[in-house]
């Protein structure tokens, strides 16, 4: 039973990140209608910049604030990259050129931070006792700030005038821009937001987990399989998805073995995407012709 | 036009293969072999990404199949070189095609991000699992032995081999019905069906292929080097071959050039970080392969070829000008045989209902043209008939045979042939490929296109002609199917036509049906309707209104008042 509970904090913890990645794939699908997959690089180069500056003593607030700032870096140079002043085009050639992104930003980290994987410093973990299950106390901050800054985000968009002009350009771009709402400006806002959101998971993640130059991949296809179970337009549902997947994979890694966590993501990604179409299929199936005669006559 | 054969280009890749014979410098050897087996792997690739649309990141994954599978039957089953190789390469394919089936159903770039999870999936099982001996992989194949050649140029000679055998078996594809389904199906999954392709069946095919040449790719790769490990079969390497297909664009030939132009730029950057620590060279390795995909793309993303593709239209054997129009064979049915018989038939989109109730007979032999009013359901009607929609409510018997769950592509092999209201060509395939599609006798395109007036355009690409003529090129492919349709559906054929080319529909409808095929068509020109069909069904708001023959039924007060609209009734 212990062991259960701290398989589900665990995978709540990583199940946040999960989710803030999806988030922002949601963000920027939406604004610019381009799957970044670089979106789990950004938080990886979050998570190693995080952790490096935690290892120099640099202070909690400087290591968020730097941490941000590498993703918020890494993301403009995605958007740079990825979408061209044309605006909208085809979706497969944007797609790849954020693959091409993400290529890049795996070689940078590896140039910068070598192949070593970076952990938090040594330190005792605040534990804090649930009845009679101890829990280390991080991980109940990491999911505190992970739902923070998803209902953070919600608002932004929701209540906030900003917002409304994202949401506008990811409605109609054309429109928006005869209501004079710059698209382009959105478009960078929007990966300047999925930025954040990263940088923030990326923290996170570098407070329970380890940093290492090629985590972005692996992230990258959980917070996508996330990201899909929200139709790629729905942050709630997104995240929904990410804290699914995570505790999911905490299980697996729990009672299996830590490196079926890749297969289940996929597994998890093909049965989100095709269990809708499936689940039409049956409901659109009619009674055969003899079962319907056979039916008329009782 | 000539009768010239295409000449056998993919000849030039002996090239490599006669120099590695020559050569005895071990260095610029795994080079080339490098170069030859990614080019395999590349045009294997090629096949799902340019030719059916399908955009793979999984390819090194199949790679590590084949690898793994023949590496694994040497190691513990002691199974000789060969056979091993070729349980690998059916190993990839079997893989391919099992994945296939269920990527398949995912849609561009949902198909890539399954194919990438795949990868990552992949990569994990092979570095954690014991038996695929972790990190550090496998012995691999022992070297080739080839009697004359060192232990570096035979691999090397082998995969030269390879990729030119691997490039006419591909060109040799295109041409096939294959090919030009999978082409067809790039443009249009309806028009693919209606000529009796099955699309699920021709997409996992040729993702079997693919994986199928990924397989050999893998299996040449573990014996060049002896080993085989998780890092050969990276992201970043199928990442790698998409760019080398991208760069290649429409040809295959130009995909081995995008090979060697990026195996190239890789080696050199390697090569100029000979002493350089290991993270050193494995980050500028990432970083180079980023970058040759960003040149690419935002600068040639339709691919290097794409300027000379049109000037470079093969040749073939020019059609017999000679060639008398096509007459469809008659069929063994005594005219006026039930054919095709729809009951109550109903077909909503969200709450509207756009057929409602709707039920026709047409017999062999017979001509039933459906009429109506903007909106009045018979293009539905017509789509249910195909089963290009799912049947909702029903029933639909093809010569007394219910075919209420049948899909179009097996109707379509059962004799139900159509043409379609927003015309159904393929634009980038030749006439005569167009006309081909249709069944599998070359003999048969030349009087079809006669009997439409085409022949002088056999060899035009379908985009060069003009609306009518392209209507034209849906009509002979109806003509030179292998047996005459039991059925035709024809969706408002006559829209867009010359008078001219109005008395050649006409002349090809009224000799299918002398021939005893049952036509449907939906016409909005009531005039071209009334000399042509047999019997008409006026349809409005989806619900039958009046049938009969045209001379009494065109008179009929209700069909007057559905296309004119009613007296305005006194209040």
Known sequence: MEAFVQYLINGLAVGGVFALIAIGYVVVFRVVRIVNIAQGDLLAAATLVFLWLMNAHAGLPAAIAGAVAAALAAALFVERIAVTTGGWFDDLRAFLLTLAASQLIQGALLLLFGTQYLTMPASAPPIIAIGDVHVNGVYLLVIAIVVLALVGLVLFLERTPLGWAMLATADDPLAARLCAVPIRTMGVLAFAIAAVVAGIGGAAYGAVAIGSWNAGTTLSTAGFAAAVLGGMKNPTRAAIGGFVLGILQALVSGYAASYLQDPLTFVFLIVVLLAPALARRVARRRPRRAARAAAVAA | ?571
């Open chain 2, 1 to 571: 036009m000539t009768a010239r054969r295409a000449a056998p280009w993919w000849l030039l890749t002996l090239i490599p293969a006669i120099a590695a014979c020559v050569v005895r410098a071990p260095y610029p050897l795994v080079v080339l072999g490098t170069i030859g087996i990614d080019a395999i792997a590349a045009v294997g690739l090629a096949i799902t990404l340019r030719k059916a649309g399908q955009p793979s990141l999984a390819q090194t994954t199949f790679m590590a199949v084949g690898a793994y599978t023949a590496s694994l039957l040497e190691l513990n089953a002691h199974w000789p070189l060969l056979p091993a190789g070729i349980a690998g390469v059916a190993a990839a394919a079997l893989a391919a095609w099992l994945f296939g089936a269920i990527l398949l159903n995912l849609e561009g770039l949902y198909f890539a991000l399954g194919t990438l999870a795949l990868n990552a999936a992949a990569v994990a099982v092979f570095r954690n699992a014991g038996v695929f001996g972790n990190d550090e992989g496998l012995q691999g194949l022992a070297a080739f032995h080839i009697p004359g050649l060192s232990s570096d140029q035979a691999p090397t000679v082998v995969a030269w081999v390879l990729v030119a055998a691997g490039l006419y078996l591909a060109t040799r594809l295109d041409r096939a019905r294959f090919g030009r389904g999978l082409r067809m199906l790039r443009e249009s999954a309806k028009v693919t069906q209606s000529v009796g392709f099955d699309p699920a069946s021709l997409k996992r095919s040729a993702f079997a292929l693919s994986g199928a040449y990924a397989g050999v790719a893998g299996v040449l790769l573990t014996a060049q080097l002896s080993v085989v490990n998780p890092s050969l079969f990276s992201l970043g390497n199928s990442i790698a071959l998409v760019a080398m297909v991208i760069t290649g664009g429409e040809s295959l030939l130009a995909t081995v050039g995008g090979a060697v132009v990026i195996v190239l730029v890789h080696e050199l950057s390697r090569s100029s970080l000979q002493y350089a620590p290991v993270t050193l060279v494995g980050g500028i390795d990432l970083i180079v392969n980023g970058l040759v995909l960003v040149v690419i793309l935002r600068f040639w993303p339709q691919g290097l070829t794409s300027f000379a593709r049109r000037r470079s239209r093969r040749a073939e054997a020019p059609v017999e000008q000679r060639a008398v129009a096509a007459k469809p064979a008659a069929l063994p049915v005594a005219q006026g045989t039930p054919m095709l018989v729809a009951r109550d038939i109903g077909h909503r989109f969200g709450g509207v209902y756009a057929v409602d109730g709707a039920s026709l007979g047409v017999g062999a032999g017979e001509i039933l043209a459906v009429i109506g009013p903007n909106g009045a359901g018979k293009t539905t009607l017509l789509t249910i008939l195909g089963g290009y929609h799912p049947l909702q409510r029903g029933e639909v018997d093809l010569a007394g045979e219910p075919v209420d769950d049948v899909a179009p592509f097996r109707r379509a092999r059962r004799g139900v042939a159509a043409t379609f209201q927003h015309m159904e060509v393929v634009e980038q395939m030749s006439v005569r490929e167009n006309v081909l599609a249709a069944g599998t006798r070359e003999e048969a395109v030349a009087p079809a296109l006669g009997a439409v007036g085409l022949l002088d355009a056999a060899d035009a690409y379908v985009s060069e002609l003009s609306f009518g003529q392209q209507r034209m090129v849906e009509l002979a492919r109806v003509l030179a199917r292998d047996e005459t349709p039991r059925v035709l559906l024809m969706d408002e054929p006559a829209s867009g036509l010359s008078q001219p080319e109005r008395a050649v529909l006409a002349d090809v409808v009224r000799a299918f049906a002398a021939a005893g095929t049952a036509v449907v068509l939906v016409e909005h020109d009531v005039a071209f309707v009334a000399r042509l069909a047999d019997r008409i069904l006026v349809l409005d708001h989806g619900v039958p209104i009046a049938e009969g023959v045209p001379q009494t039924l065109l008179r009929e007060q209700v069909v007057i008042d559905a296309y004119l609209g009613s007296a305005a009734v006194p209040a």
